[in-house]
């Protein structure tokens, strides 16, 4: 078994999500390493697996408007450029977790 979120907040005024997982781990991610790290078929060429989003395409006051479940296994998000079509399945997100720009709090 996975770990799997135990709490998950938008702190927007650091710019951060925190989720605090089921290993007892809480990290933040910046919102905009998030959005680009997106793993839908827009973000992710679906044959060659090329990320077709990068950094400087994404606006760095980026942030979620709206932030949902997709049943127990996935995290929705809507931007606020607009992009809503991100699945992050907590496999994913705690992959982002090891990223260099994610801050480990606890
Ligand atoms: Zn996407």
Same mark, same amino acid.
């Given at each position: 078994m996975s770990?799997? =979120?135990? !709490?998950l907040r938008a702190l927007k005024d650091v710019g951060m999500l925190e989720i605090a997982w089921s290993d007892g781990a809480t990290y933040r991610l910046p919102f905009k390493l998030v959005r680009?790290?997106? =793993?839908c078929a827009q973000c992710i060429h679906e044959i060659t697996g090329e990320r077709m989003v %990068?950094?400087?395409m994404i606006p &760095? &006051?980026?942030h =979620?408007?709206?932030? +949902?479940?997709? +049943?127990?296994?996935?995290?929705?998000?809507v931007w606020s &450029? !607009?992009?809503?079509?991100g699945i992050y399945t907590?496999? %994913?997100?705690h992959g982002i977790c090891s990223h260099l720009q994610a801050v480990r709090v606890a």
């Open positions: 770990v799997v =979120p135990t !709490a680009v790290e997106c =793993p %990068r950094a400087e &760095d &006051d980026i =979620p408007v709206e932030l +949902g479940y997709s +049943g127990n296994y996935a995290l929705k998000v &450029d !607009a992009h809503a079509s907590w496999e %994913r997100l």
